[in-house]
């Protein structure tokens, strides 16, 4: 007999989900997670509409200030109005640790077992269940599911085709104390772009690409003086003197898993997916395929799929993962790109003040114009007429714990 029914490697915010949609579905799940200690690390902070909609449908705000929203978003820096029919719309600024800390809250709530300190080194598919060993333990799963992120060990121990391609380009970002600068949003320059945004407490988070700038292979984070001369080749400015209190950089490495199931081993979020945090789509991308597996898989391990329902995962999601990857291509080529880009700019600027091209814009970026086999479209004011933290069917056993969202 298996240890658990399904092991989640890793309590980002895709495992974390992940977990309470398991246990939702009535599924016992372990998260085996190789950080002692939740990351503080400044990640991302939009939640779009749809991400929203399922927050709110799971009653993640019980007990805490829910985000303040923000119509105005945009797609690679040329402002899109994100208005549309639903409870959501728009952009929702909440920083990763503190969605992770409500997700965690959630999953551990009910009842999910999240162990740290535990790294998963070996994974072994016997066909008749999954084998996993951290050092310290060995664990016997029905399932595993990796939600390992964007460096994935589950990926790379099973040698999964990973298609796509390696850093053309890089930008270099710092959140910053003790400097005053002009605020700026995409702000292109003749020699790259420019982005920066003070917040309330006076750190200023700065980006910049520089033109034609080689991307170095990395093994760790920028020096913030590297980030400070390339601030100041394309803007002038001087930030040197300022107090680093984090710094990143990101290139736009693109891949995506060729199959998100591998036998009883399966992939969500950065593990299956990366992509650039442009537009802040990772995230939200991520966390919809948990929200698309977990119920799918708590029926196959409690006995309650029709055959064939967790295979619909990869199908559904996959297209999905794909065409977001490819919005982000688009949008990095357009941010990224020098003086040869300001016509497609200049066209899709104008393109967007049509009113069906905003609001194509606007669904897809929110996640809203997913749409499901069988299952149709999505209905904007579904999530009002229900009860939080339920789905459309009953579930199994305890109606008041458990619930499905709508089968395809
Ligand atoms: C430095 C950085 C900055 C980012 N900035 C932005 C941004 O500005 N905007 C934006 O939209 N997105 C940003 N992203 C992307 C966003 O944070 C991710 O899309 C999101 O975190 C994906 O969630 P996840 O749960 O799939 O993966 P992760 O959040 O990466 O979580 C994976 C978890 O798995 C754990 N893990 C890894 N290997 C093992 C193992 N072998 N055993 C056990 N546990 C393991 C990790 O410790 C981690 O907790 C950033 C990502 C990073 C890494």
Do not use: Q
């Given at each position: 007999m298996p240890d658990a029914q399904v092991v989640v490697v890793g309590a980002g915010p895709v495992g974390l989900l992940l977990a309470g949609e398991l246990r939702l579905g009535g599924a016992g799940v372990l998260v085996l997670e190789r950080l002692e200690e939740p990351t503080t690390e400044s990640r991302a902070s939009t939640l779009h509409a749809r991400t929203?909609?399922?927050?709110?449908?799971?009653?993640?705000?019980?007990?805490?200030?829910?985000p303040v929203g923000d119509a105005r978003g945009?797609?690679?820096?040329i402002p899109v109005d994100l208005t549309l029919p639903g409870s959501r719309p728009g952009l929702w600024k909440v920083p990763q640790t503190d969605t992770e800390r409500l997700l965690a809250r959630r999953a551990a709530g009910l009842g999910a077992d999240i162990r740290r300190g535990q790294e998963v080194r070996a994974v072994t598919d016997t066909g008749a269940y999954v084998e996993v060993d951290t050092g310290d333990q060995v664990v016997r799963a029905?399932?595993?599911?990796?939600?390992?992120?964007?460096?994935?060990?589950v990926r790379r121990l099973l040698g999964a085709d990973f298609p796509g391609h390696d850093a053309r380009r890089e930008l270099l970002r710092a959140d910053v104390a003790g400097i005053e600068i002009p605020d700026r949003r995409f702000e292109r320059l003749p020699d790259g772009l420019a982005?920066?945004?003070?917040?309330?407490?006076?750190?200023?988070?700065?980006m910049v690409h520089e033109h034609g700038a080689p991307v170095p292979v990395r093994t760790g984070p920028p020096a913030y003086e590297e980030i400070a001369r390339a601030w100041k080749r394309v803007t002038g400015e001087d930030v040197g003197g300022g107090t680093p209190l984090w710094v990143n950089?990101?290139?736009?490495?693109?891949r995506q898993l060729a199959h998100y199931r591998h036998g009883r081993v399966l992939f969500a979020g950065d593990a299956a997916h990366r992509q650039p945090p442009?537009?802040?789509q990772a995230l939200n991308l991520g966390l919809h395929d948990a929200f698309d597996l977990g119920w799918k898989l708590a029926?196959?391990?409690?006995?309650?799929?029709?055959?064939g329902l967790l295979d619909t995962y990869h199908a559904e999601r996959h297209p999905v993962g794909a065409r977001t990857l490819s919005s982000i291509e688009a949008q990095a080529l357009l941010l990224f790109g020098g003086p040869e880009v300001e016509p497609v700019r200049a066209l899709l600027t104008e393109l967007i003040g049509h009113e069906p091209v905003r609001a194509h814009l606007a669904a897809m970026i929110g996640g809203l114009d997913v749409p499901y086999e069988g299952a149709g479209v999505r209905l904007p004011h579904i999530n009002e007429l229900l009860p939080?933290?339920?789905?459309?069917?009953?579930?199994?056993?305890?109606?008041?714990?458990?619930?499905?969202?709508p089968c395809p």
């Open positions: 929203m909609e399922i927050f709110d449908s799971r009653g993640l705000w019980d007990g805490v200030d829910g945009h797609f690679a820096g029905a399932w595993l599911v990796a939600c390992d992120g964007e460096d994935s060990t982005v920066a945004a003070r917040r309330a407490d006076g750190v200023t988070r700065i950089a990101f290139d736009d490495t693109t442009i537009g802040g029926a196959e391990v409690t006995g309650r799929a029709r055959p939080v933290g339920k789905g459309l069917l009953p579930g199994p056993a305890d109606t008041t714990t458990r619930g499905n969202p």
